[in-house]
């Protein structure tokens, strides 16, 4: 039988570091494996991840236990109503002693930046992201900066019914590959939460087990992982008829098919495989769709709105011949 996992050693080895990344974060996010195991999805697709749930689930909780298992610099950013776009990306500050002006960095200039509770800040503020998000670069003053590589941002945002939020728009949505719901656990997940807060934090038990070099090489080995004809196909029919749907204003883009291309290759390369199949694709629709599309007005909020989407997509994947 022909063997189709990854054959080098040393890109097993690497395989061997991811699987101990996602252990390690696991030690904090207890009982969500999924939710783990799609953010490293995002982060080796070189992505941006959204995470969206009521407070005190765990967002910002599995942000830092990332960035603390990756030993990458990390920087949190607390949006608040009264945060200005150069609080994000930084400014240029006169120096009267050197007679010239000098460029403070922002917090933006991190290897992983922690947008937490990102609707709460103004639009304004928001799209201070944009250029970030989908280049990798902030312009500021007529200069454009590169950020260090890898980069990524991770945002938490409550529901919009929640007191002092604003609804992200549509272009900051569909800048992050993919957006995750954590949920409450069960009560033997939350019983060994509490025990294990007992009398420490379990974040400062985290120990970095990836390195930047790992983390790079592993960003160049999704885009080796092949990913059949037959799939594109069945992935190009899936995008379209989301443009044809009654329920949906407007479809997915050009960047969310890409979205969706490039995290399955990267959940491919994670389960160890050098090839796609159709489940990835099917196991990624609602993550990387759902928050992408538009639905009819007629639904007042977003929650409403959100369970349509996801409820659209689940009819479009029934309806959608999967390819043998």
């Not at 990390?74 to 109503?81: E, L, V």
């Not at 800040?121 to 500021?140: D, F, G, H, N, W």
């Not at 098919?257 to 694709?281: K, P, Y």
Request: with cysteine; hydrophobic share 40%.
């Amino acid at each position: 039988m022909k063997d189709t996992t990854i054959k080098s050693a040393i890109d097993i080895e690497h395989l061997s570091r991811l699987r101990l990344l996602q252990r390690e974060i696991e030690k904090v996010i207890k009982g969500k494996s999924e939710t783990v195991k799609l953010a490293l999805v995002t982060l080796i697709a070189r992505g941006n991840l959204l995470i969206e749930d009521v407070p005190g689930i765990g967002k910002t909780t599995l942000s830092n236990a990332i960035a603390r298992a990756l030993n990458l610099s990390f920087q949190r950013i607390q949006f608040t109503s009264d945060l200005l776009p150069s609080d994000v990306t930084g400014l240029s500050i006169y120096n009267q002693k050197a007679e010239r002006f000098e460029f403070k960095p922002g917090p933006i200039f991190a290897n992983i930046v922690l947008a937490d509770e990102i609707n709460r800040a103004t639009p304004k503020t928001q799209s201070a992201l944009l250029e970030a998000m989908a280049e990798r670069q902030v312009t500021i003053d007529g200069v454009s900066r590169h950020l260090p590589e890898p980069f990524m941002v991770i945002a938490t945002q409550n529901p919009t019914e929640h007191h002092g939020t604003y609804p992200l728009p549509e272009s900051q949505l569909d800048r992050f590959t993919l957006r995750l719901h954590i949920g409450y656990p069960n009560r033997d997940e939350e019983r060994q939460i509490l025990r294990d807060r007992e009398r420490a934090n379990p974040l400062d038990y985290v120990e970095p087990v990836m390195t930047r070099e790992e983390i790079l090489h592993l960003q160049n080995l999704v885009m080796q992982v092949r990913v059949d004809d037959t799939l594109v196909d069945y992935l190009l029919q899936i995008v379209e008829k989301t443009r044809k749907s009654d329920g949906i204003e407007l479809g997915i883009s050009p960047r969310g098919s890409l979205a969706l291309f490039r995290s399955a290759q990267a959940l491919a390369l994670i389960e160890g495989r050098d090839f796609c199949i159709a489940d990835d694709i099917k196991r990624l629709v609602i993550p990387c769709f759902a928050h992408r599309l538009i639905i009819s007005s007629r639904y007042a909020n977003s929650m409403q709105r959100t369970y349509e989407a996801e409820k659209i997509l689940k009819d479009i994947l029934l309806q959608t011949r999967v390819p043998v």
